[in-house]
């Protein structure tokens, strides 16, 4: 089973940058989604950017232009660079693995970016991101 273990969480002003890495151990998904993903208090969990095994990327409307996700040569490490934080980007950042059984450009583009897509057991535990004004 894969582990995943998020870093670089930080507090920052607001207009600020921060790099989010993600180390995933017994990575060896053929077809898969990777994901960010984040949940502000008393707000749904929602994705932020995807990745797919076709190498399909995904973001959500509010970071793009923002925000990079990029895959480590080993496809087991993920990273996302985020710049020009605002306030409303404070929240939990969990990243997030799925094996998939077809091939993944079968599936929607936003298929990787939705949370429901993933196992109780396909996230890490998450790394704090808090932006202020």
């Known amino acids: 089973q894969v582990q995943l273990v998020e870093s670089g969480g930080d507090s920052v002003q607001s207009g600020g940058s921060l790099r989010l890495s993600c180390a995933g151990s017994?990575?060896?998904?053929?077809?898969?989604?990777m994901g960010w993903f984040r949940q502000a208090p008393g707000k749904e969990r929602e994705g932020v950017a995807s990745?797919?095994?076709?190498?399909?990327?995904t973001y959500a409307d509010s970071v793009k232009g923002r925000f990079t996700i990029s895959q480590g040569n080993a496809k087991n490490t993920l990273y996302l660079q985020m710049n020009s934080l605002k306030s409303e980007d404070t929240a939990m950042y969990y990243c997030?693995?799925?094996?998939?059984?077809?091939?993944?450009?079968?599936?929607?583009?936003?298929?990787?970016?939705?949370?429901?897509?993933?196992?109780?057991?396909?996230w890490g535990k998450g790394t704090l991101v808090s932006v202020s004004s």
């Open positions: 997030a693995a799925v094996p998939l059984w077809v091939a993944s450009e079968t599936l929607s583009a936003l298929y990787c970016l939705r949370p429901g897509n993933y196992g109780e057991d396909d």
């Open positions: 017994g990575f060896t998904y053929g077809s898969y989604c």
């Open positions: 990745i797919d095994s076709a190498g399909r990327i």
